[in-house]
């Protein structure tokens, strides 16, 4: 599967622990978006990364949240110190950056359980 | 700030009966609009984007900037067309951050 992967597909925790999720994009793109989805609402934005740098982090829901895209290549979501209403499905997408071939394309999401 | 409005969050149709699922978006400059599908158990995946003006699997939509709307059409509805759908809003051709409604769940019956 040459599509965008993320890892793991589940994650069941308990409240106050940290929780990181993976990301590989497709790999000739060089944009990599963070979503979070909750019941019955569409995806939210979250981050978005060009290459290695973070040209986007104000809609992060918190300072808890953090991302890192280290090489340009993988990126990870950190969730510090979990709260109940961080359940959700985290998502990631990628793309290319130019005007012509921007679309987003996603993976089958982290569901993310804090108990 | 822009903003996508699904109204309906179920549709039922008899396979075979005419689809519309309704978006209308608020946003003051000239967007890019996208409708996404999300069949069960899968991710979401690309259905149309309004620039390509195609028709994927039967589905069209067309933008009307009068009515800021991005309504999707098919003329004759498939039991698998059943599935999640999510009209979504990019501000400009050079921008990243797609907003999303908050999708209509279509369900053909048989």
């Known amino acids: 599967d040459t599509g965008v992967s993320q890892n793991p597909r589940h994650k069941i925790t308990k409240r106050g622990q940290n929780v990181t999720f993976r990301c590989d994009p497709i790999s000739e793109h060089n944009r990599l978006y963070w979503y979070r989805q909750t019941l019955g609402q569409g995806p939210e934005f979250l981050t978005y990364f060009q290459n290695e740098a973070q040209l986007e982090k104000s809609r992060l829901l918190s300072d808890r949240f953090s991302a890192e895209r280290p090489k340009g290549s993988f990126s990870t979501l950190e969730i510090q110190r979990t709260e109940q209403g961080d359940s959700a499905m985290y998502l990631c997408a990628s793309s290319f950056s130019s005007f012509t071939r921007n679309l987003q394309y996603f993976g089958a999401g982290t569901r993310l359980s804090v108990l | 700030a822009q903003r996508v409005t699904q109204p309906e969050k179920l549709l039922s149709v008899f396979k075979g009966a005419p689809v519309e699922l309704k978006c209308n978006y608020s946003?003051?400059?000239?967007?890019?609009l996208f409708w996404y599908v999300q069949y069960s158990r899968q991710r979401l995946q690309l259905l149309l984007r309004?620039?390509s003006r195609e028709s994927i699997k039967g589905f069209t939509a067309d933008l009307n900037k009068g009515e800021t709307s991005f309504h999707l059409k098919k003329p004759f509805a498939q039991e698998e067309d059943s599935a999640m759908y999510y009209c979504a809003l990019l501000p400009g051709a050079g921008s990243y951050q797609l907003t999303f409604g908050k999708g209509t769940k279509l369900s053909v019956i048989p």
């Open positions: 309004h620039i």
């Open positions: 946003y003051s400059g000239s967007p890019e």
